[in-house]
DNA sequence: TTAGATAATAGTAATTATTATTATAAACCT
DNA sequence: AGGTTTATAATAATAATTACTATTATCTAA
């Protein structure tokens, strides 16, 4: 594969995305980043998204709603969705993967793995 | 609300899906039903799916890939996404809700409930 | 049963999120 | 610095879904 070329763009997106506890639709860092780069196009950011997380460097959180979010945290952990203020929080907790093996018990395939997120109301919206 | 007028389109997109274990999308459900009422509309498709998801009659399952899926079980349960071909298959499981008390444990707000979707791959392509 | 009222449909246009294209600009290499 | 290559901005294209509207089907009650 070549060799990633810097750019000031990327860095920019991946330094938002280390230092913001929201968790960004493409849109919202598009619009976050033009404050520094007044014209970066929407493309420039998926494609370096797309790079990112590609590296690792991001997760894509995606299913949650229409559109794809994206956090700067990638230590593994799960999400929590508040249906009130729609905002998606981190959820410090402990292992859930044993719900692979329950999964797996009547189930003739091979379960790798499982997408998860919680729902409910947030502290503030409480 | 305004009562639910009968229509046999409807009702032909209830019983192709309590009759499939496909979980086919708006797309699928469209060319199938196509076969029996040749000029349907997809709007049609799209607003009576929502309209069962409403009156709980069939499930809607989202954020597996880019396009919703639909299940005429409305019985509870998880689903399973084969990565090899795609197909989205049915799990009996045991009950996993008691990750929503793990996820609570250093939560400040309050989880109502989970989504939660298996992969990896089935029988057939293993 | 049939006329009037209302909801549903087909056909089409619009929207939203995302990906593809392409000419120009920035980064890298020697 | 000059040449090569990747990245960018701007725009067009795509895919999934929703909105709009004139016509048709269903329902209601005389």
Redesign the interface.
């Known amino acids: 594969m070549a060799t990633l070329k810097y750019s000031r763009q990327r860095e920019a997106i991946k330094e938002y995305l280390s230092h913001t506890k929201e968790h960004p639709t493409a849109d919202t860092i598009y619009m976050r980043i033009r404050e520094i780069y007044p014209n970066i196009s929407l493309g420039t950011i998926y494609r370096n998204l797309s790079l990112l997380v590609e590296k690792g460097e991001i997760i894509r959180i ?3 709603d229409g559109s794809d979010h994206y956090d700067g945290n990638t230590q593994k952990h ?1 999400h ?1 969705l ?2 009130d203020c729609q905002r998606i ?1 981190d ?4 292992s ?1 993967d044993h ?2 093996d ?2 797996n ?19 503030e ?2």
């Not at 959820?91 to 402990?94: C, G, P, T």
């Not at 003739?108 to 997120?117: C, D, F, L, R």
């Open positions: 995606n299913g949650i799960y929590f508040c249906k929080l959820l410090e907790m402990d859930i719900i692979n329950i999964a018990k009547n189930f003739p395939g091979e379960i790798e793995g499982h997408a998860t997120y919680f729902y409910g109301r947030c502290e919206c409480n």
